[in-house]
């Protein structure tokens, strides 16, 4: 319980810098952020306390939100796919998480794609959607959304292959 305890608080704590510290200064194209702190909400057990988890969640996008002044976007986008990530795992990994025994590092790589896919353009669609905030800019959305989804997926996805390549036996 420790050990666990304590693998969740520092990949807490580093998703949480290398946002604020490193990526949230990446611009491509003056519309391309990455956004791999949701690797946290992502990557938390399924067993665990609901309510601690989006609570977790919502401390995460309000630490993201205090260092850089965005006024809770972070924090609203974190709690929303906190709160919806039981509709994707069962949609990604079905009847693995209707047993409650999805583990990572074993599930098919397509399952794996499909369910961080699915939270991060959920995610990015209300972040942009909040930052923007004008419906006559929707195609700016969407453009920020799909660019912006693309990259963190593919950064998600290398993040995840690295550090559970170590955990395989």
């Keep these: 319980m420790t050990n666990l305890l304590s693998i969740h608080t520092v990949r807490f704590i580093v998703l949480l810098l290398l946002q604020v510290l490193l990526l949230s200064h990446v611009n491509f194209m003056g519309y391309i952020n990455p956004y791999p702190y949701i690797l946290f909400i992502l990557l938390f057990p399924i067993k665990n306390n609901r309510m601690l988890f989006i609570l977790l969640s919502f401390l995460l996008g309000l630490c993201i939100d205090m260092f850089l002044d965005s006024g809770g976007i972070h924090a609203a986008a974190a709690v929303t796919i906190a709160f919806i990530r039981p509709v994707a795992l069962k949609f990604s990994f079905g009847a693995v998480y209707d047993h409650q025994s999805v583990k990572f590092n074993n599930v098919d790589f397509g399952q794996r794609i499909t369910y961080i896919s699915i939270l991060t353009i959920v995610h990015h669609f209300i972040l942009f959607s909040l930052e923007i905030f004008n ?9 920020n959304t799909l660019f912006s989804s693309i990259f963190t997926i593919l950064l998600c996805l290398l993040i995840s292959i690295i550090f559970s390549g170590s955990n395989k036996k």
């Design 135 to 143: 419906f006559s800019k929707i195609l700016l959305v969407l453009k």
